[in-house]
Every structure is written in C-alpha cells, then in structure tokens.
C-alpha cells in the first residue's frame, strides 16, 4: 500500500508553483492527482450505476482546470482541495444538466447522499437539486454553503476546512451541523 504524501510537501510544491515554478508543479502532479482520484471516485460511486461520466474524465477535467487556474497563490493542500471541490461540483453538476437537456429532463442524475449529509444511504437526491438547493443556502449564508462544498464535495475534515475558512474546527462543526439540516430539509420538498 503506497504510504500517504504528507501535507507539508504538498503544501510547499503548491506554494513552489504559485511562485513559477513549473518544476514543482511536475512534482506536484502525480500526488495530487491521486489523491483526485479518490475525490472522484467517491462522488462517482454515489450515482446510479448507469451514468455516463467516467471517474478518469472527471480527474483530467479537474485537473485540467486546476492546473489553468491564473493568478492563485496556494496557501496549503487544503486549500488546493477547496478548489478542487468547486471544480469537481461544476463538472458533476454540468454533466447532470446536459444529461437532463437531452433527455428532456428525464435522465436526471441520482447519487446518494452519505452520512456526511445526515441522510439515508437509500435516500437518492438529484445531483442539480442538490446544486439547487446548495446555491440557495450559500444565497442565504454564504459561510455554510462553502462549509458543505469543502466537506461534501472536497471530502475535508473539519480541520482542514477550518483551515482553509481561516475559522475554528468548533465553529466549521456548529455551521456543518445547521447547514446538513437546512439542505435535508430543502431537499426532502424537492
């Protein structure tokens, strides 16, 4: 079993990177991309069995649009998988809807929410009303919108999304807590 990648290397290639070098970003390619993968692959294995997106694609577009990201300073690994989490949501969610427009709408893709939503494993939630739903609490609370975003879709501890928010591990826990029962709610009127 390949043994973990300690978050100060990754830390320090990103930072390395931000500052031009491409070296560093060579470096930084096949740690985080792994690492990707299992983002991926998580989110994948939650829609039905039949969806047409493929974890290898979904890697490569986030990481083609990670590594064509301008002008930002990566300030830790963390942090790197906050925008990652962005980036797999938009390419999830653009899929879903493109499924949806040549189906007419009846394709809609389904994943299950797991435990981090406090939801049913047998409770199927559309990926575009979850996107929905997501943009209507950041629209109302813009801290607990990024707080599920960092969780659910980057898949990061509470401590690295207190990290990343600049916020308290009790604070990002408090906020978790309130915005999985304001989306539970929302998501169960779909």
């Known amino acids: 079993m390949k043994e973990e990648v300690p ?10 990177w931000s500052n031009g070098d491409q070296h560093a970003l060579e470096e930084l390619m096949p740690l985080v991309y ?9 989110h994948l294995r939650r829609e039905r069995s039949d969806h047409t ?6 890697v490569h577009e986030a990481f083609l649009r990670l590594v064509n990201q301008r002008d930002v300073h990566w300030r ?3 942090h790197f998988y906050g925008i990652a989490a ?15 427009a040549g189906k007419r709408g009846a394709g ?3 994943l299950e929410l797991d435990e981090a939503m406090a ?16 943009e209507r609490l950041a629209a109302l609370d813009e ?11 980057a898949g990061l501890s509470v401590e690295e999304t207190a990290e990343v928010m600049n916020l308290s591990p009790a604070t990002v826990k408090r906020e978790w807590s309130s915005a999985r029962a304001w989306l539970y709610r929302e998501i169960l009127k779909v």
Do not use: P, Y
């Not at 997106?53 to 979904?58: E, F, I, P, V």
């Not at 962005?86 to 949806?100: F, G, N, P, T, Y």
């Open 7 to 16: 978050g100060q290397e990754v830390t320090a290639l990103l930072v390395n």
């Open 34 to 42: 792994n690492e990707l993968r299992r983002l991926a692959g998580s």
């Open 53 to 58: 997106l493929q974890s290898t694609a979904l």
């Open 76 to 78: 830790s690994r963390a």
């Open 86 to 100: 962005q980036m797999i949501r938009r390419i999830l969610v653009d899929h879903a809807r493109s499924q949806q």
């Open 108 to 110: 809609a893709i389904k």
């Open 119 to 134: 939801i049913s494993h047998q409770k199927e939630v559309d990926l575009v009303g979850l996107d929905e739903a997501l």
């Open 143 to 153: 801290r607990q919108g990024r707080i599920v975003e960092l969780r659910f879709f």
